[in-house]
């Protein structure tokens, strides 16, 4: 199976309706499919990806996407509904997750792309862990009211840095260190610091 890149519209002119106007520069990655995977648009983000290895065209088809073969993508498309929009989770590299939201396109939309009946759009949400857990913590400093210094120090140690190391990143004493430890247990509740850890990390309902 061979990669191709394409441009951000297969036409030669470069996108020309409104939809093509405004997802060509879009950060979400997005394409335009047949229910047969016949690609009709994919905007930069999207051909990035192909760039990158982590979607493979050929022929003019969407042949994988991540971890999506061919026949998985073409279920999706088949499957999607005006109502009820398909999802599928999906692995790109170990560093980085999504999921895909496929969709039946609105036929006004489609009529004034010049794209042919039914396409689809399908959207790939990329994973942002990092800035989760930022938001959690932070939900959670506000919850608990911890200082900034606490707050600084949970961060790391949700990085996974040990104590020792907390306290030689900020230039501050192991015992310092230890003392902020305690008041975010004492704040927080938290039978242990493990168990503060596992909400920082966790999808569960916050604490309090």
């Known amino acids: 199976m061979t990669s191709a890149l394409l441009s951000p519209s297969i036409r030669n002119n470069g996108p020309t309706s409104p939809a093509e ?4 520069s879009l950060p979400l990655p997005l394409w335009v499919l047949t229910p047969g995977r016949g690609l009709l648009f994919q905007n930069q983000a999207a ?61 006004a939309l489609g009529r004034a792309s010049g794209w042919p009946e039914p396409a689809r759009l399908i959207c790939l949400h990329l994973d942002r862990p990092e800035l989760a857990q930022q938001a959690r913590v932070d939900a959670l400093c506000a919850r608990m009211r911890f200082s900034p210094a606490e707050r600084c ?35 927080s509740r938290a039978p242990s610091m493990t168990q503060l850890l596992r909400w920082v990390g966790s999808a569960d309902a916050l604490p309090g």
Do not use: N
């Open 153 to 187: 120090v949970l961060l790391l140690l949700a990085d996974g840095l040990t104590p020792e190391a907390v306290a030689r990143q900020l230039g501050i004493q192991l015992s310092t260190t230890r003392v902020h430890v305690r008041k975010l247990l004492l704040k």
């Open 21 to 24: 106007q405004l997802w060509t």
């Open 47 to 107: 051909a990035a990806l192909a760039q990158a290895g982590q979607a493979a065209l050929s022929a003019g088809h969407l042949m994988r996407l991540g971890s999506l073969a061919a026949t998985a993508l073409e279920s999706l498309l088949h499957l999607s509904r005006p109502e009820t929009p398909q999802r599928a989770a999906l692995w790109l590299t170990p560093q980085h997750t999504g999921w895909l939201e496929v969709q039946v396109l609105p036929p």
